[in-house]
C-alpha cells in the first residue's frame, strides 16, 4: 500500500494532527511550568499581606475608639486625647518565615490603638460593656471570644478584619480599650 500525496498543496491530515498534538503539549507544558512557579513562589511566601494607607487605618482606629468611649459613657475624662495609634511588627508567611524566624518586615505593620481608665467600678464598666457589645454587633461586628479577662470580649469587624478588645481587671477597676488593624503593607518610605 502506498501513501499517496494530494497534488493540491494541502498538509496532509496525518501532519496536521501532529502539529496539534506538538502544539497542544508545548501550550500544557507552559501552563504546568507557570503553575508550578506560582505554587512554589505561593508556598515560599505565603499569601501577599493586602496594601494599606497608614493615614486612612489610623483615623479609622482613632474613630472607633472614640465611637466604644463613647458607649461605654464613662464619668469624667475616658481617656486621653488624642488617641495615640502606633505599629506593631508583622512576620514573613510561608515558608520564608522558617528562614527568617523573629525577623519583623519592614514594610508590613498593623497598627493599635490602646487606652486605660482606672477606677472604675465593676457595676460602670459592665454597663458600658454591653452598650459596646450592643453597637458592635447591630454594625455586623463578629464576636470573636469572651472573657478576655475576668469581664470582657473581642469584636472583629468582617469587612476591615480591624478588632475591638474590651476588658475590666477587678484589682485596678481598669477599663482597657484596644482596637487594632490586620497586618498590612505600607507604601515604600513609611516609618512605623
Given amino acids: 500500500m502506498s501513501s499517496v500525496q494530494p497534488a493540491t498543496g494541502q498538509v496532509p491530515p496525518r501532519?496536521?494532527?501532529?502539529?496539534?498534538?506538538?502544539?497542544?503539549?508545548?501550550?500544557?507544558?507552559?501552563?504546568?511550568?507557570?503553575?508550578?512557579?506560582?505554587a512554589g513562589y505561593r508556598l515560599w511566601n505565603g499569601a501577599p499581606y493586602p496594601e494599606v494607607d497608614p493615614h486612612v487605618v489610623g483615623m479609622?482606629?482613632?474613630?472607633?475608639a472614640q465611637r466604644v468611649h463613647e458607649d461605654l459613657a464613662l464619668p469624667g475624662s475616658a481617656a486621653e486625647e488624642p488617641y495615640q495609634v502606633d505599629t506593631g511588627a508583622c512576620y514573613y508567611r510561608g515558608l520564608r518565615g522558617f528562614a527568617h524566624i523573629d525577623r519583623s518586615r519592614r514594610d508590613v505593620y498593623y497598627f493599635d490603638l490602646d487606652t486605660r481608665t482606672t477606677g472604675v467600678p465593676q457595676a460602670v464598666a459592665r454597663t458600658g460593656e454591653e452598650r459596646v457589645r450592643s453597637r458592635l454587633s447591630q454594625q455586623g461586628w463578629k464576636l470573636v471570644s469572651e472573657?478576655?479577662?475576668s469581664m470582657g470580649f473581642r469584636f472583629e469587624n468582617p469587612d476591615t478584619g480591624d478588632t475591638v478588645d474590651v476588658g475590666w481587671y477587678e484589682p485596678t477597676?481598669?477599663?482597657?480599650?484596644?482596637?487594632?488593624s490586620q497586618c498590612g503593607k505600607v507604601p515604600a518610605g513609611f516609618a512605623g
Fill in 60 to 64: 479609622r482606629l482613632r474613630e472607633e
Fill in 173 to 180: 477597676g481598669t477599663l482597657a480599650v484596644s482596637v487594632f
Fill in 15 to 38: 501532519s496536521r494532527a501532529r502539529r496539534v498534538v506538538r502544539t497542544a503539549l508545548v501550550l500544557g507544558g507552559v501552563t504546568l511550568l507557570t503553575a508550578v512557579t506560582w
Fill in 147 to 149: 472573657n478576655i479577662t
